[in-house]
């Protein structure tokens, strides 16, 4: 099956996850006591998948998502898939506000490359005909930076980072094509890394390298992966700065990257948090070449179900355009609504009413 893409990002967007259904988790816990296959488990996930993506194109989505509905955990689920890396359980989770994550994370093993029998490509092909062409389906996968995180390169297998760097960039230039030969045309990085660069303090990382070396070498990585993709492959980036049972991990403008990955980072689209006001204000914005990627404001929160006021979202995309023309401007949820398989804490009708009212509003903005 071909499908010829419009250009992506949309006026309304989404980033990917949602919440899983109470079907999911009882047959994820009934997998793990043994009373389920994983074949039957599998069943079940496609039912939902199926029933989502008929929602998200009811309430009027043009890129639609498999909610991330086979994975625990946004990031780990994939990059444990790859050669020369491990999942594990450490002796602590992350520190979010208020709360620690569940304890699960990767390390490098040997030397990294790309599975060419990782399990996402087959859960993309499955995805992707069940979507036919009603939508465009959207992949999302955790960006090369979140491989430099504190504890997972082996520094005796990798004891220069230039070297870790080009192997982490071969292997994701190797995924990006096998999912483009699955028919991905929409492909977005996670990137809790390089929103962390923005914090007063650097969170998940542990480095001898300063700052703007960090950034340096994580604008390094992901270009290097874009480089010499498929024209007609859509490729955007989301900075997140945590979402975890709807609580945060850090706070921090875009001021320090700004300049860096708002001018050169070769993505299509930027996927930014605006929900609130850990991220700061529009202005880092000026960075973005005029007429170059498109900028999705994440001005509504995907961490509760109440609705924006609709004249405030207004009026914050208009501040926003005195950055970015109106014409470069999206808007979406600041992030998914289940990074994890806990979810954030609302309801899923209240989660779907949020995306429709996303798309209603664009249409006000946009026409």
């Known amino acids: 099956m071909t499908k010829t893409i419009i250009k992506a990002p949309f006026r309304a967007d989404h980033v990917g996850s949602l919440l899983r259904p109470q079907s999911i988790h009882d047959a994820r816990k009934k997998f793990a006591d043994g009373v389920i296959s994983a074949e039957e488990l599998r069943a079940v996930e496609t039912e939902e998948i199926k029933r989502i993506v008929d929602k998200q194109i009811e309430v009027g989505l043009q890129a639609v998502t498999d909610g991330e509905f086979r994975r625990r955990f946004w990031h780990t689920d994939f990059m444990e898939h790859l050669t020369g890396v491990e999942g594990y359980v450490p002796d602590h989770g992350y520190k979010f506000n208020g709360v620690e994550t569940e304890a699960y994370d990767v390390r490098v093993t040997g030397k990294v490359s790309f599975n060419p029998d990782h399990p996402h490509l087959k859960d993309f092909k499955e995805f992707y005909e069940i979507v036919g062409d009603r939508a465009v389906a959207k992949m999302t996968i955790p960006s090369p930076n979140q491989f430099f995180n504190a504890g997972i390169r082996n520094e005796e297998i990798y004891p220069d980072i230039e070297d870790y760097a080009n192997d982490i960039i071969q292997a994701y230039r190797d995924a990006v094509q096998g999912f483009y030969e699955a028919g991905c045309r929409y492909l977005q990085f996670d990137d809790v ?76 689209g930027f996927f930014l948090e605006y929900d609130d006001e850990r991220s700061g204000g529009f202005k880092p914005l000026e960075f973005v070449p005029n007429g170059g990627p498109q900028v999705v404001l994440g001005v509504f929160t995907s961490k509760t179900g109440e609705l924006e006021d609709k004249a405030a979202i207004k009026a914050r995309v208009e501040e926003a355009s005195k950055y970015v023309a109106l014409e470069q401007l999206c808007i979406s949820p600041q992030c998914g609504f289940a990074s994890t398989h806990h979810g954030n804490i609302l309801t899923e009708e209240e989660q779907w009413n949020k995306l429709k009212y996303i798309v209603d509003v664009a249409k006000e903005i946009w026409g």
């Open 193 to 268: 890394y390089i929103a962390g660069l923005c914090a007063p303090k650097l969170p998940f990382a542990k480095s001898e390298l300063e700052r703007q070396e960090l950034i340096d070498l994580a604008l390094h990585v992901v270009n290097g992966v874009l480089e010499g993709k498929p024209e007609d492959l859509i490729v955007t980036t989301h900075l997140c700065r945590g979402n975890y049972q709807s609580t945060w991990a850090f706070e921090g403008p875009y001021d320090k990257i700004a300049p860096s990955f708002f001018a050169k980072e070769k993505v299509d």
